[in-house]
């Protein structure tokens, strides 16, 4: 499931995405850092992606891609996190303006600094600039689809989501561009070839979490919640998990856990099976919420159950 051949400095160079460092070691975990990221999950070795920033700075203490992202994580929840918190990653990302680093690095460390600050418009202008030099570069594809995202902007999201998917073409990257460009689909209500290409992504890669995602949503807007169930008790790949069924696959080390169990409890609801929805529920959605009581992602799941 995780990345097996992480690139080295030349493959970085290869792909015209030359890194702020000398070292290989560096090279190789930013690719494994990007890997987890764009796939949603959290390699138990490396630390999860914290954990592998982590290693990135213990070895290049400056390095602008991991305070970055390091950024983006506390941006993520600036609005609810003490100030003083988010001061210090600004501060962090001011230092590190401070090199000598090309105008792609750069760019990435401004946007960062932007999102912070919550000016989500330069940010989103900053990763669409890189990506117009760098159709590969993956950091500016997940950082623009998920702004486009919160911002209700699916066709521009598709747009962006139809070049990525060509650009990271025969690369470990593709079946998960593929996905989202799906899940752009069905939010532009093309919930046919949503499904489509959402299974062809998922008979590739069918570890991704976001295929269920996408299903889930898919089977939402058709109204057919027996099949979103049937989805996510469908057994996973033998050859992934010990797991009895996807929902119960996807709830193990990926970000979308809570998420998804939130969905597989509103399938529930609308099927009428309300006592297993709110096993669900307690068992799976508001444990998961308590854990990181600082995703509002994770909270608005667990209220908007109870809303139901």
């Known amino acids: 499931m995780y990345l097996a051949a992480p690139r080295n400095l030349q493959s970085w160079s290869k792909d015209n995405l030359r890194l702020s460092t000398s070292s290989e070691k560096v090279a190789q975990y930013t690719d494994q850092l990007f890997h987890q990221l764009f796939g949603l999950y959290l390699d138990p070795e ?44 600004v501060n962090d990302l001011n230092l590190v303006l401070c090199g000598n680093f090309s105008c792609t690095t750069t ?3 401004k946007a960062a600094k932007a999102y912070v600050l919550q000016d989500y418009t330069l940010a989103t ?5 890189i990506l117009i030099q760098h159709p590969k570069d993956i950091l500016s594809q997940m950082n623009l ?9 699916p066709c521009e999201m598709y747009d962006l989501t139809f070049a990525g998917s060509h650009a990271l ?5 593709q079946a998960l561009a593929d996905c989202r460009q799906a899940f752009a689909l069905e939010q532009m209500s093309q919930l046919a ?5 959402c299974y062809k992504s998922y008979t590739s890669l069918p570890w991704n979490p976001w295929t269920g995602h996408t299903m889930a949503h898919i089977y939402e807007s058709w109204a057919k919640p027996e099949k979103g169930i049937a989805f996510y008790k469908d057994a996973p790949p033998h050859d992934l998990s010990s797991a009895n069924s996807n929902i119960e696959f996807w709830g193990q080390n990926f970000y979308l856990s809570c998420h998804q169990f939130w969905h597989y409890s509103l399938f529930c609801i609308e099927a009428g099976q309300i006592e297993e929805a709110l096993r669900v529920y307690d068992d799976e959605v508001i444990t998961r919420a308590k854990l990181v009581n600082d ?3 994770m909270l608005s799941d667990a209220i908007g159950f109870l809303l139901r």
């Open 107 to 109: 760019l990435h460390v």
């Open 145 to 153: 689809f998920v702004n486009l995202l919160h911002s209700g902007r």
């Open 169 to 173: 073409n025969n690369s470990p990257y």
């Open 125 to 129: 202008n900053t990763w669409r600039d």
């Open 295 to 297: 995703d509002r992602f």
């Open 46 to 89: 490396l630390g999860g992606p914290t954990g592998t920033i982590e290693k990135i700075l213990s070895l290049d203490e400056y390095n602008p891609i991991a305070h970055s992202i390091k950024a983006k994580f506390i941006g993520d929840s600036s609005s609810i996190l003490p100030q003083p918190v988010v001061d210090s990653a």
């Open 193 to 197: 070839a949503a499904e489509k290409l």
